[in-house]
């Protein structure tokens, strides 16, 4: 089965940091680029940030620029968002994704779809 599977969420207090994963299986996608996107409870799902297959070029959305830094190790087939900074507003269900294409990544999500992992930020 190719899929994608997150990890790494969890509680943390306002200011705290969190380091999200997302493994794929069933086949490599080191050629795929590769996002992250969230969803809060009442809202739609938005996109937080992307990379390129060869993790070259990074791209984030403007609510988390400066705090959150995406990463890849194709070698582990692998994707990471470090997030730093944690706000309450950040609290949401995070989903890693991929497709052939960044810049599909950024306006919508891809092809592949991970089940999400929950990020609460609360004191």
């Known amino acids: 089965q190719e899929q994608l599977v997150e990890s790494g969420g969890g509680l943390v207090q306002p200011g705290g940091s969190l380091r999200l994963s997302c493994t794929g299986s069933?086949?490599?996608?080191?050629?795929?680029?590769m996002g992250w996107f969230r969803q809060a409870p009442g809202k739609e799902r938005e996109y937080v940030a992307g990379?390129?297959?060869?993790?070259?070029?990074?791209h984030y959305a403007d609510s988390v620029r400066g705090r959150f830094t995406i990463d890849r190790d194709n070698a582990k087939n692998t994707v990471y968002l470090q997030m730093d900074s944690l706000k309450p507003e950040d609290t949401a269900v995070y989903y890693c994704t991929a497709d052939t294409l960044l810049s599909t990544v950024i306006r919508g999500g891809g092809a592949y779809w991970g089940q999400g992992t929950q990020v609460t930020v609360s004191s």
């Open positions: 069933g086949r490599s996608f080191e050629n795929d680029a």
């Open positions: 990379i390129m297959f060869s993790g070259g070029t990074k």
